[in-house]
């Protein structure tokens, strides 16, 4: 077995907002996909290819770049 490190910048994005915590959660969920994404990793273990794995995370993500 073979070991990769790939470094990876990340950003650190914080909103101060008066909108009620619900409603913050509400559009959390809605921005990652949550109702389709409840069972992915269970679907990811029945990908068998590179694009059968491809494909579940885009039927997720939605075209959009966070998951």
């Not at 077995?1 to 950003?11: D, F, I």
């Not at 909108?19 to 509400?26: C, D, M, Q, R, T």
């Not at 996909?33 to 694009?51: C, E, L, P, V, W």
């Given at each position: 077995m073979s070991?990769?490190?790939t470094p990876l910048t990340a950003q650190?994005?914080?909103f101060d907002t008066s909108v009620p915590f619900a409603e913050v959660i509400s559009?959390?969920?809605e921005a990652v996909n949550k109702t389709q994404s409840g069972d992915i990793i269970?679907?990811?273990r029945g990908g068998k290819t590179q694009q059968?794995?491809?494909s579940v995370v885009e039927h997720v993500t939605q075209e959009k770049d966070f998951l």
């Amino acid at each position: 077995m073979s070991k990769t490190v790939t470094p990876l910048t990340a950003q650190l994005v914080q909103f101060d907002t008066s909108v009620p915590f619900a409603e913050v959660i509400s559009r959390l969920d809605e921005a990652v996909n949550k109702t389709q994404s409840g069972d992915i990793i269970a679907r990811f273990r029945g990908g068998k290819t590179q694009q059968e794995l491809a494909s579940v995370v885009e039927h997720v993500t939605q075209e959009k770049d966070f998951l």
